[in-house]
């Protein structure tokens, strides 16, 4: 594992990275540094220039992924699964102003199977006119699921452009379900914010509140 400079201020650990290849790295070392910390209680992932990666980016309770304004993160080959995974996490999160491409590579932009709290888009912006994290070159942009056993809750989806989709086997680009026929528990919370999906034409810009 790369010896990562770690810079905490007032409770937030962060890393910054400008190679795809070092982003599971870095959330792996952001969180064995907060369970061991006394006063971080939350951590970030910066990337800082455009890259790419390869493999699935496994988040971690706790911590966002968050891309810079103007950066591009390209998942560069095909892999089974999702481009990020927050699957089974507690209040991890994509953010940023950036732009996640999935290039056509995986079904899934970003998962989260029975997530808590999980955030996703520029979130917590104070800017009237904020932009927008994107999502591109995806078949599923975002879906976040109940599975068979455990609800997903209290989703957070603020500030959020997925457009530009895979040229084949494109599906949903926002898809939030209870997956009924898991028999499963029902999704419980959602707060949609300022999202605009684009597939075969643009929808209007949105902004919604809901609970499930």
Known sequence: MNNFTIVELNGVA?????????INDAL??????????????SGVVNVTASTSFSTTIVAQDNIALNLNAGVTLTLDSAIVGSAYDLSGTQSAGLTGTGTLDAAGNTDTAVLGDAAKDPFIGNVGSTDPSPDSLTIVGWKYGVVIASTATEAATDIVVENLQISGPAAIDVIYPFWITSRPALNGPQVEGLVVTNLLACWKGCKPRISVQMTL
């Open 14 to 22: 962060s890393i910054d990275v400008s190679t795809g290849a070092d």
């Open 28 to 41: 792996a070392a952001l969180d064995v540094y907060i369970l061991g910390s006394a006063t971080a209680t």
